[in-house]
């Protein structure tokens, strides 16, 4: 048996960042990663996806962009580069191709058994990627069986799609970016809106995740919200990466041509069927985007920040003519479902009892009750920013910070 420290499991930038922090201190580990490092930007990701942060927050411990292009936005395949950058110059050691099958508690400590060998550790932090496994509801069960069905970590780009129709399930980051470039490529596409969080690409001359770093939006802390468990379950914020930086919304994207629908509620005998509250949910993401300015400005009228530019407000979403509540998926008219419905972490490897009701790990900042337990790369873990490639430093620090208190202690 193998033994050591800590260990880390998965080389993405969270596993990576926690390596830099652990290194600083001199605590001896490894990182252990199934694929190769970077591995989910090198398998997980359309070909035309490029970063909706933009490049300056491409951030991590003892790393900042240094191209000349800070307010670019990367392509997936730079993304990856830089993280194997990354690696190497941190002389992270990652173990590749090494996929931990099981962590387990003992009295001393934790038994990670991987598909290679058998490590103990008195301390493992987890950093497997929160967007692993896409959520696609129990629906697809119900559609038809000649419709193509795919997930957002399937899709490369619309060649792969049989022609005709799209309907998109889920107004995610993803499904905007994914419906705009079909539409692009002359594919019918039907987008099915939920629960949404509305983002102008810029706002008063600046990138709207600027204005969110500068105000200290984003490095609001878990333990000082006051609904944590809805801030951790909201979906990703509508923004797209671009060379001209514009802003692809659900005004935008109706305006092209993309028809919208309400959420998906239902299949019954071949038949889509939409919610009817459009309009009330184009209304609720229009107030938090009109609250979120109104904390913007009093910001920036605090600050005394005077960069030219007043106080905007966007026009409302527009509903159009009345969303079709049902889409007959027998017809013929739609051959493609994407199930942009979000992602969650396999952790199905971890045999350490620190679960909820609902199979996730409960944890408190990243601490999971499990003494020598931590976990990194999750939705507001520590901070809204957490899940950000420019969440882990900060993120990092902390959690190696208290990794390092329980090693002494231990
Ligand atoms: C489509 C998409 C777009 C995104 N865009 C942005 C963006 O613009 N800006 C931004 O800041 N963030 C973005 N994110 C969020 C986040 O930065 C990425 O999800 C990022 O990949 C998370 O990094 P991570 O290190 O936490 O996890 P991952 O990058 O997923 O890395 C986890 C690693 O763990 C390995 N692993 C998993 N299980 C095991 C196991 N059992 N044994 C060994 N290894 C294992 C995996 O192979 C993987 O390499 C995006 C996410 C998605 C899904």
Not at 327 to 353: K, N, Y
């Amino acid at each position: 048996m193998l033994k050591t420290s800590t260990i880390v499991v998965g080389a993405g930038h969270s596993g990576l960042a926690m390596s830099r922090c652990l290194a600083d201190r001199s605590i001896d580990h490894v990182v252990l990663e199934r694929g190769e490092v970077a591995h989910s930007w090198r398998t997980q990701r359309w070909d035309s996806l490029r970063l909706l942060t933009p490049n300056w927050m491409t951030r991590l411990p003892g790393y900042a962009y240094r191209g000349d292009d800070p307010d670019g936005y990367l392509a997936a395949s730079d993304v990856a580069e830089l993280i194997e950058d990354y690696a190497k110059e941190s002389a992270a050691p990652v173990l590749a191709n090494t996929a931990v099958t099981s962590v387990r508690h003992t009295g001393r400590g934790y038994v990670v058994q991987t598909d290679q060998d058998t490590w103990r550790a008195k301390s493992v932090v987890l950093a497997p990627g929160a967007s692993t496994v896409p959520n696609v509801p129990a629906l697809q069960a119900s559609v038809p069986c000649r419709i193509t069905a795919l997930t957002p970590a399937e899709y490369r780009n619309p060649s792969q799609l049989p022609d005709g129709g799209v309907l998109v399930v889920g107004a995610s980051a993803s499904g905007i970016q994914i419906a705009a470039e079909l539409h692009r490529a002359d594919r019918p596409v039907t987008l099915a809106v939920g629960e949404h969080v509305r983002m102008p690409r810029t706002y008063r001359g600046k990138d709207i995740l600027w204005w969110m770093d500068a105000a200290g939006l984003l490095a609001e802390r878990y333990d000082q919200i006051p609904d944590l468990v809805r801030a951790r379950n909201l979906p990703s914020m509508l923004l797209v990466g671009s060379t001209n930086r514009a802003t692809v919304d659900l005004n935008s994207l109706s305006s092209l041509g993309v028809r919208l629908v309400g959420r998906m509620a239902g299949i019954r005998d071949g038949v889509a069927q939409f919610s009817g509250s459009l309009a009330n949910t184009f209304a609720l993401a229009d107030l938090k985007l009109g609250r979120l300015l109104d904390t913007i400005d009093a910001w920036a009228t605090e600050t005394g920040w005077d960069g030219g530019h007043p106080p905007r407000r966007f026009p409302p979403t527009a509903v159009a003519a009345p969303a079709p509540l049902t889409l007959d998926l027998r017809s013929g008219e739609i051959r493609t479902i994407l199930w942009a419905t979000g992602f969650r972490p396999d952790l199905s490897w971890l045999d350490v009892p620190v679960r909820d009701r609902k199979g996730r790990v409960r944890h408190d900042g990243g601490v999971t009750a499990s003494p020598g337990l931590y976990l990194m790369g999750m939705p507001f873990l520590r901070r809204r920013k957490s899940s950000f490639i420019d969440g882990a430093a900060a993120d990092a620090a902390d959690l190696s910070g208290h990794l390092a208190h329980y090693l002494h202690a231990n």
